[in-house]
């Protein structure tokens, strides 16, 4: 009998294992997908005959249909299933890709990225989901997200140089096509690995919470992407704001009133969760848009080639593996506030590096310092933020705060590069005189210096709220 439970417990870890690996590397897929385009987009406007506002939403497309369903389909894949959601959402990504790589005409690109951003608002909250709920102990919990965190750092990092090493070599279309055998395989595997998960109890999609709290998303990643081109005073960005905001007090007044509603606001109220999204809010800003700066910076000021570039970054996504590596360590030993109030108070050192970094650098002295610093500090914040913010989640409500999570980041990263690239054009702008490469070095400085501000006001917020608030038993100490 002892053997037979042994064997039986052994194949249930090694099909978990083999879950997360699926898991992992669907996000890696996804998560490439944020930023594969960026070196390919001059090569598709000459293919395809972009104007130069369309090609702007090539990228655009990809986050406006992600940030703004994220919620809905978080609370869709408790209610329905997260692994039908979760697979339905990876065949929709697969066959967007392909409608991506074959395109002939730039509307095709683009309602093509929209459909790959919906895929993605599908799949990545029911697969954390999955995760969650496949390693329900903290620790494994924790190194579960660590491992999760790292494939999705890699993809973010690895996109630049994948997209100019098949752009330069082969084709851009390669850059969608490649996204091919990842999703089949995901397809085919994972229904042999995971079983299906979804609340306990019967429920209703509460339909006008659905539809006011996804169409208060939408406005918000819109209007914050308006903004990003042209400016916070804009009608066009202004609009979609000003409704937005409309939007999320109607969807506020709704939940309060709905028998089954989207996002109960018990489950917002919930300290600890509200703390740890409150600091991934100010990270996510300070993160996108340090990224964003950077890979500008290195091109027009340091004269880096794209490929040169994107090769840069890959310390970056070797920092932040290390980082992921410590982070359950850190937590078990000193806590989940002492750790997270120290992993950010490391990426805020390592901005600050970064902000210094001057025409005439060299890679190794000026650039490499701020990148390794940062990353690792990064690493070190990515799984103890999620676990965090996904404490006290059950079966009846892991997709929706998956959702919660990956929504607040895609917002705080949307509100960090519009705000902090609009600061740094205009402390450039106001700069010409001294010289452009002068006058773009001072910029990019004091917008990482922001960055820097917004994540040690996370660490303040970490200290002094998150040890107030009580995780339910079984959560790393704070």
């Known amino acids: 009998m002892t053997s037979v439970s042994t064997t039986a417990g052994a194949d249930a870890v090694g099909r978990r294992g083999a879950a997360l690996v699926v898991l992992c590397f669907v996000q890696f897929m996804l998560v490439l997908d944020d930023n594969v385009v960026s070196v390919a987009l001059p090569s598709m406007r000459d293919d395809l005959g972009f104007g130069a506002a369309g090609l702007a939403w090539v990228v655009n497309a990809y986050f406006l249909a992600f940030g703004g369903l994220l919620l809905l389909f978080g609370r869709m894949a408790d209610l329905l299933g997260r692994r039908r959601v979760f697979l339905t959402g990876v065949a929709l990504f697969g066959a967007a890709s392909l409608v991506c790589g074959l395109a002939q005409e730039p509307w095709q690109l683009v309602a093509g990225r929209f459909v790959q951003g919906a895929g993605s608002a599908m799949a990545s909250p029911?697969?954390?989901?999955?995760?969650?709920?496949?390693?329900?102990?903290?620790?494994?919990?924790?190194?579960?997200?660590?491992?999760?965190?790292?494939?999705?750092?890699?993809?973010?990092?690895?996109?630049?140089v994948i997209s100019g090493a098949l752009t330069g070599?082969?084709?851009?279309?390669?850059?969608?096509?490649?996204?091919?055998?990842?999703?089949l395989a995901a397809v085919v595997l994972l229904p042999r690995l995971v079983p299906e998960s979804r609340a306990g109890?019967?429920?209703?999609?509460?339909?006008?919470?659905?539809?006011?709290g996804t169409g208060a998303l939408v406005a918000l990643v819109y209007g914050l992407l308006r903004a990003g081109e042209s400016s916070w005073g804009d009608a066009t960005a202004a609009g979609p704001l000003v409704l937005a905001v409309v939007l999320a007090v109607a969807f506020v007044a709704v939940e309060a009133r709905a028998a089954e509603p989207l996002v109960p606001l018990s489950f917002l109220s919930f300290r600890f969760r509200a703390v740890a999204n409150g600091a991934t809010l100010l990270f996510s800003a300070a993160m996108y848009a340090m990224?964003?700066?950077?890979?500008?910076?290195?091109?027009?000021?340091?004269?880096?080639?794209?490929?040169?570039?994107?090769?840069?970054?890959?310390?970056?996504g070797a920092g932040i593996l290390a980082g992921m590596w410590l982070s359950s360590r850190a937590v078990a030993?000193?806590?989940?506030?002492?750790?997270?109030?120290?992993?950010?108070?490391?990426?805020?050192?390592?901005l600050l590096l970064l902000s210094g970094v001057a025409p005439d650098d060299g890679y190794a002295s000026g650039v490499l310092p701020g990148m390794l610093v940062t990353s690792i500090g990064c690493g070190l914040s990515l799984p103890a933020l999620t676990v965090a913010a996904l404490t006290g989640t059950t079966e009846e409500n892991a997709g929706l705060g998956s959702a919660?999570?990956?929504?607040?980041?895609?917002?705080?990263?949307?509100?960090?590069?519009?705000?902090?690239?609009?600061?740094?054009?205009?402390?450039?702008?106001?700069?010409?005189?001294?010289?452009?490469?002068?006058?773009?070095?001072?910029?990019?400085?004091?917008?990482?210096?922001?960055?820097?501000?917004?994540?040690?006001?996370?660490?303040?917020?970490?200290?002094?709220?998150?040890?107030?608030?009580?995780?339910?038993?079984?959560?790393?100490?704070?």
């Open 404 to 478: 919660v999570l990956s929504s607040v980041q895609q917002i705080g990263g949307a509100v960090g590069v519009a705000v902090l690239v609009a600061l740094a054009t205009r402390r450039r702008d106001g700069l010409t005189v001294e010289g452009s490469q002068y006058a773009a070095t001072e910029g990019f400085s004091f917008a990482l210096v922001v960055a820097a501000v917004l994540v040690a006001l996370g660490a303040a917020v970490i200290a002094a709220l998150l040890g107030r608030a009580r995780p339910p038993e079984g959560t790393p100490d704070v």
């Open 126 to 160: 029911a697969a954390l989901a999955l995760i969650a709920l496949l390693f329900p102990g903290s620790a494994e919990r924790a190194r579960a997200f660590g491992i999760w965190g790292g494939i999705a750092a890699l993809g973010g990092t690895t996109g630049l």
């Open 201 to 212: 109890r019967a429920a209703r999609l509460d339909v006008p919470g659905a539809v006011l």
């Open 333 to 350: 030993r000193l806590g989940m506030r002492p750790a997270l109030v120290m992993s950010f108070l490391i990426t805020a050192a390592g």
């Open 169 to 183: 070599l082969a084709s851009w279309r390669w850059i969608f096509l490649i996204n091919l055998p990842v999703a």
């Open 291 to 316: 990224a964003f700066l950077l890979m500008v910076h290195l091109q027009t000021v340091l004269g880096y080639r794209p490929l040169a570039a994107g090769l840069a970054y890959l310390p970056y």
